[in-house]
């Protein structure tokens, strides 16, 4: 039986900076520092835990190639991290602004996903889609 999302792995241009950006963002709310892994090239695999263990990662490793992130390219369309309030939103978009992240939709409610989904979207600096969502139907996180 499926019981969740193990980890998802991200390649990014700027190792250093991608790993600064996601403790900056998502680290007060309680991502843990990263945990290193020997990846399939030799490369260094950073994993950082989310606070409940077992509840899955984060990893990002460096890019070997320079070819960029294109959002609506097949692959990839956002992360989605589902925190426990909307003021956990609203500091993770604080936080994001601070790191220089390009905010695409600063934190409101969403009510065509369910009635009390709160939620911002920023992009990484990879360019990836992030979500930071509180409630909401557990079905949709």
Same mark, same amino acid.
Do not use: N
């Given at each position: 039986?499926l019981v969740g999302l193990g980890h998802v792995d991200l390649v990014c241009r700027d190792l ?44 990002? %490793?460096?890019?070997? /190639? ?9 692959? $990839?369309?956002?992360?989605? +991290? @589902? &925190? =426990? ?22 934190? %409101?409610?969403?009510? /065509? ?9 920023? $992009?990484?600096?990879?360019? +990836? @889609? &992030? =979500? ?10």
């Amino acid at each position: 039986m499926l019981v969740g999302l193990g980890h998802v792995d991200l390649v990014c241009r700027d190792l250093e900076r991608s790993l600064a950006f996601y403790a900056s963002v998502l680290g007060p709310l309680g991502l843990q520092p990263p945990v290193l892994f020997e990846g399939e090239r030799g490369e260094q695999i950073h994993y950082l835990r989310f606070p409940t263990a077992g509840s899955g990662s984060l990893g990002l %490793r460096q890019a070997q /190639e320079k070819q960029a992130f294109e959002l609506y390219a097949p692959g $990839l369309h956002h992360l989605a +991290f @589902r &925190v =426990e309030s909307e003021a956990d939103v609203e500091a993770a978009h604080a936080a994001a602004v601070d790191a220089g992240a390009e905010v695409l939709h600063a934190p %409101r409610r969403w009510p /065509e996903y369910h009635p009390t989904y709160f939620a911002t979207f920023f $992009l990484d600096p990879d360019g +990836f @889609r &992030v =979500e930071v969502a509180s409630r909401g139907d557990a079905r949709l996180v």
